[in-house]
C-alpha cells in the first residue's frame, strides 16, 4: 500500500531505524497510507 520495503517499516515500528530521520519520501506515503499528516508520525516535534 505504501510502497515502503517491509523491512523498513518494520525497522520504523520496531525502533530499529529513528523516525526522525525518515526521508521525507517515506514520510508522506506512510502517513497518506495511515490517513494522518506526516508530523504526527512522529508526534509533530522533531528531536
Request: net charge negative; hydrophobic share 30%; charged share 25%.
Amino acid at each position: 500500500m505504501t510502497g515502503i520495503a517491509q523491512t523498513t517499516l518494520s525497522g520504523y515500528e520496531t525502533g530499529r531505524y529513528d523516525v526522525h530521520s525518515m526521508t521525507l519520501d517515506n514520510a508522506l506515503r506512510l502517513s497518506r497510507a495511515l490517513g494522518c499528516r506526516p508530523d504526527e508520525l512522529t508526534d509533530g516535534y522533531p528531536e
